[in-house]
């Protein structure tokens, strides 16, 4: 089975521009979640998916937004990118809700110059 | 603020060492999670205790959880290098979604 994939791993952007991250669930979760992770703050909730719907959102301003389409396939994207958005972005999957293990990708690395 | 503290930020050990830390959280959870992470790449879970658990094990792994302290524990016993990576609990809230706290704890073992 394969597990959760993010693409792309690696992506540098400049000031301004705007980035939109991949993550593909193991085949039958229905659930993802997306985490930043810097240095400074440790690991930030973004925001999570089931069902296409986004069910939270973390402390994150208007810039990140997220998606999930019908085959759990999510997208997130951040428009303005400014230099403190350099960060490790996680997606994690899951099958249900709750009491269940989070299962993550290898993250996409975004440097802002 | 979805931020608990882990302590100790930073742990040192010799090989074969037990290693423990521990986290505390704010809200009502219906389980509990330990998860690690090896050099910034993704987090592999580790071990789940529900909330109506109070001690759980996996091989050299034993968990704790407090709910009326609102904390949890987890203790590697025989700790070896290959356990140096940073340790982070994450909690499913009663109101459904999942938070990982602060900066974890960075686990160093020194062969």
């Known amino acids: 089975k394969a597990g959760v994939t993010q693409t792309p791993r690696y992506l540098i952007k400049t000031r301004g521009q705007q980035v939109t991250l991949s993550c593909s669930p193991i085949?039958?979760?229905?659930?993802v979640s997306w985490y930043q992770q810097t240095p400074g703050q440790g690991l930030q909730f973004l925001f999570e998916?089931?069902?296409?719907?986004?069910?939270n959102k973390g402390n994150f301003p208007g810039r990140f937004s997220g998606r999930q389409f019908s085959n759990s396939r999510s997208e997130m994207n951040v428009s303005t990118l400014e230099l403190g958005d350099s960060a490790l972005y996680l997606c994690?999957?899951?099958?249900?809700?709750?009491?269940?293990?989070?299962?993550f990708g290898q993250g996409t690395r975004l440097t802002v110059v | 603020s979805q931020q608990g503290e882990e302590d100790p930020q930073a742990l040192s050990i010799q090989e074969g060492e037990n290693a423990t830390m521990n986290c505390s959280y704010k809200?009502?959870?219906?389980?509990l999670q330990w998860y690690r992470q090896n050099s910034g790449r993704g987090l592999v879970h580790l071990i789940l205790?529900?909330?109506?658990?109070r001690e759980k094990h996996s091989g050299r792994l034993r968990v704790t959880l407090d709910t009326s302290k609102k904390s949890s524990s987890l203790l590697i016993t025989a700790s070896r290098a290959a356990d140096t990576a940073s340790y982070f609990c994450?909690?499913?809230?009663?109101?459904?979604?999942?938070?990982?706290f602060g900066a974890g704890t960075r686990l160093f073992v020194k062969a």
């Open positions: 994690a999957s899951s099958p249900g809700i709750t009491n269940t293990e989070a299962f």
């Open positions: 085949s039958g979760h229905r659930s």
């Open positions: 998916y089931f069902s296409e719907t986004q069910r």
């Open positions: 809200t009502s959870i219906n389980n």
């Open positions: 205790i529900r909330s109506n658990e």
């Open positions: 994450a909690t499913d809230g009663t109101g459904g979604f999942k938070t990982i």
